[in-house]
């Protein structure tokens, strides 16, 4: 049985972050590796258009990705009473 796109994101994550003690900067070099062999094969799958559009997109995807994650892990605001 195949994953949904959803579930498959969700047990990659969390394989990446069990692996890690949720601490992903010490073990950043295997987490990027492993990231970047993942894409590269998604690439490497890809016809020559779909790469290179999919190439062109990646540096604002991982930027937005970047301010998503910083937004995420941001500790909730206190509320005055």
């Excluded at 937005?64 to 206190?78: F, G």
């Amino acid at each position: 049985m195949m994953l949904s796109e959803r579930d498959l994101f969700d047990a990659i994550t969390n394989t990446a972050l069990a692996g890690c003690n949720a601490d992903v900067n010490a073990r950043r070099n295997a987490i990027w590796r492993a990231a970047t062999a993942l894409i590269a094969d998604v690439l490497r799958e890809s016809d020559p258009f779909t790469r290179e559009r999919l190439l062109r997109g990646l540096p604002g995807e991982l930027r937005e990705s970047i301010i998503h994650l910083d937004q995420l892990l941001r500790p909730p605001a206190s509320k005055l009473n």
